[in-house]
């Protein structure tokens, strides 16, 4: 399976963005799709997710409200909205995938993404 992550860039505060996540390789139709994101000097942060058969969606407290996940199951694509920007949601933002539960933590995916880079200027 491979995973690319696209669509970083800078954005000012308050902005938005969109994030893109390609599939390809296998079916993913069980697994779900994890956005995590790496702060510099921080540890990789679980931002949300997506369940690819049921569309069902998770965020994290800090995305609540503010971030958007979506699937286009057609296009084998995941998609992460961010709005109302903030200078500390700057990171590399990655794709994984996960089957069962392991979506949830980056370490305990089965398959990673390259990074996008996310910077907010306040």
């Known amino acids: 399976v491979q995973l690319q992550a696209s669509g970083g860039g800078l954005v000012q505060a308050g902005g938005s963005l969109r994030l893109s996540c390609a599939a390809s390789?296998?079916?993913?139709?069980?697994?779900?799709m994890g956005w995590f994101r790496r702060a510099p000097g921080e540890e990789h942060e679980f931002v949300g997710a997506?369940?690819?058969?049921?569309?069902?969606?998770y965020y994290a407290d800090s995305a609540k409200g503010r971030f958007t996940i979506s699937r286009d199951n057609a296009k084998n694509m995941v998609y992460l909205q961010m709005t109302s920007l903030k200078p500390e949601d700057t990171a590399v933002y990655y794709c994984?995938?996960?089957?069962?539960?392991?979506?949830?933590?980056?370490?305990?995916?089965?398959?990673w993404g390259q990074g996008t880079l996310v910077t907010v200027s306040s």
């Open positions: 390789g296998r079916t993913l139709s069980s697994y779900g």
């Open positions: 997506i369940s690819w058969s049921s569309g069902t969606t």
């Open positions: 994984a995938a996960g089957s069962g539960a392991r979506w949830m933590r980056w370490t305990t995916c089965d398959y």
